[in-house]
């Protein structure tokens, strides 16, 4: 076969059936595209999440099922309410109703990653229809066949080797005569129960996927044309990078742009995939390339925020000149499954930032009592919201002069904590108070990015 292409359209990409139209479009625009990941439409996973966690009224209820009828009626009624897929759809909103009535008595982190996997089997049931309706060979495809995972609820691992040979075995065979139509963000353990990977999810299933097939090359469409200097919304001077490096997107990835999930490029670094950002929308507007090295490697690249973060200062006397102490608190995290972003220690303490929620699907906070019960045992332990980590990407910013000068001048007037500078030629980073994180954003591109 010629060259191959795993495209994923995200949410606003499948809103409603003028945007499926387009992405249609884009999926046949060349012969190359064989796989589309899709996410569930435009708030559908929020309403979801919503009803999953067990807690609305029975009113409440009914308002959430009533708005992802109206979002899946509408498309269906553009694609002339085929009968067979009416009924499709109606199951699957029948179940989504009896799931979240089961949540309201007894939730539980299995019920909710079913419930909240629905939306993306809904979004490529109607995108399948609507590609067969415009003559072309589309086969809906359930990724739960292939997409292996452990059974961490909410944030489930993928297990790269069976979806390998999973994805050789049943996948690979369909990729000749067909244009396979599949779902992002879910999967299934070993017994066959669903799991997600996470909110946002659909990038990394699409970026797995792209590994486990061994494709030529990723796209990733969505509601801008690449990735920016800084959250264009959050920004508007921000501008489109035409080329980065996979080591810079994956540290823009981490640190909180939300174009890409953080996970995204692992598999395109194993297999040396390269990876296209761009809009679903202005397909023609161009977008960026993600490869393994670029023309231009400038001091700073980008600037990203990610907001709600905890940091957790663990004090105790006995951490003077002993041994194993940082194990100890990492093992209970590992232990809970809570990864820890920055890192910093002093004689007898250590401080630590970790993300709210983790990013889990339900959005579930991971510091639980449970959690916190251990770590006071043998410490003292004290937590710290409202607190923002910015991240400055860029190119050999530890081995060259004057960097912090020029970041801390720009930020003088706030209350800088955190600093995390030097593990990686590629960032800088920093906690400052939830507040002020907008502005320190615009005055750090203002002052480092500005055209
Ligand atoms: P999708 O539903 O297609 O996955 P997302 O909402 O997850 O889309 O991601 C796209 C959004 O990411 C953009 O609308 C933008 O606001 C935000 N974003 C944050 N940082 C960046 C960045 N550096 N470049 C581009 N977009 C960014
Ligand atoms: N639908 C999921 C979410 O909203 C996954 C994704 O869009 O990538 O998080
Ligand atoms: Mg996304």
């Keep these: 076969m010629s060259k191959v292409t795993v495209a994923k359209f995200g949410g606003t990409s499948v809103a409603d059936a003028e945007a499926m139209r387009r992405c249609a479009a884009i999926v046949t625009q060349t012969a190359n595209t064989r796989v589309v990941v899709l996410s569930a439409s435009s708030g559908v996973t929020n309403l979801l999440v919503d009803l999953a966690r067990g807690t609305l009224s029975a009113a409440e209820q009914e308002i959430h099922l009533k708005k992802l009828k109206t979002i899946q009626d509408n498309i269906l009624s553009e694609l002339g309410n085929p009968s067979l897929l009416r009924e499709t759809m109606d199951g699957i909103l029948k179940e989504i109703a009896d799931m979240a009535r089961q949540a309201t008595q007894n939730s539980d982190a299995a019920l909710e990653d079913r419930l909240v996997a629905q939306g993306e089997l809904m979004s490529t049931r109607l995108f399948t229809e609507m590609m067969n309706q415009l003559g072309h060979k589309a086969v809906w495809f359930d990724v739960r066949k292939i997409m292996r995972t452990d059974s961490r609820f909410g944030r489930a ?110 598999p395109a670094v194993r297999k040396g995939i390269p990876v296209f950002v761009g ?49 100890q608190v990492f093992s209970i995290l590992a232990k809970h499954g809570i990864s820890v972003d920055l890192i910093t220690t002093s004689e007898v ?54 960097v912090g000068t020029q970041v801390f001048d720009a930020v003088s007037e706030h209350n800088v904590r955190m600093i995390c500078y030097g593990a990686s030629t590629h960032n800088l980073c920093f906690l400052v108070p939830e507040s002020d994180a907008s502005l320190v954003v615009q005055k750090l591109h203002q002052r480092l990015l500005g055209k």
């Excluded at 930032?353 to 003292?380: I, M, P, W, Y």
Aim: hydrophobic fraction near 40%; aromatic fraction near 4%; charged fraction near 20%.
């Design 349 to 402: 303490s250590v401080a630590i930032t970790l993300d709210q929620t983790g990013s889990s699907s339900t959005g579930r906070s991971v510091l639980h009592d449970g959690v916190l019960d251990e770590l006071n045992a043998f410490c003292k332990v004290k937590v710290e919201n409202d607190l923002a980590l910015v991240a400055l990407i860029g190119n050999r910013m530890s081995e060259v002069n004057g």
């Design 157 to 266: 691992t993928p297990a790269i080797e069976a979806i390998h040979n999973l994805a050789q075995q049943d996948m690979a065979p369909l990729l000749k005569d067909h244009i396979v139509i599949t779902q992002g963000f879910i999967g299934a353990n070993a017994d066959g129960q669903t799991t997600t990977l996470g909110r946002g999810g659909s990038d990394f299933s699409a970026a797995l996927l792209a590994e486990a097939l061994g494709v030529d090359e990723l796209e990733i469409w969505t509601d801008v044309p690449g990735i920016y200097t800084t959250d264009p919304r959050l920004v508007k001077e921000a501008h489109p990078i035409p080329e980065i490096t996979f080591s810079e997107a994956a540290e823009m990835a981490t640190f909180g742009a939300k174009v890409l999930h953080p996970a995204t490029l692992q």
């Design 279 to 327: 809009s679903s929308k202005e397909p023609s507007a161009g977008g960026t390339w993600v490869r393994d090295t670029t023309e231009s490697s400038p001091l700073f690249r980008a600037v990203t925020l990610r907001r709600n973060q905890i940091l957790l200062t663990l004090h105790s006397p006995n951490m003077l000149h002993a041994c194993g102490f940082l194990a």
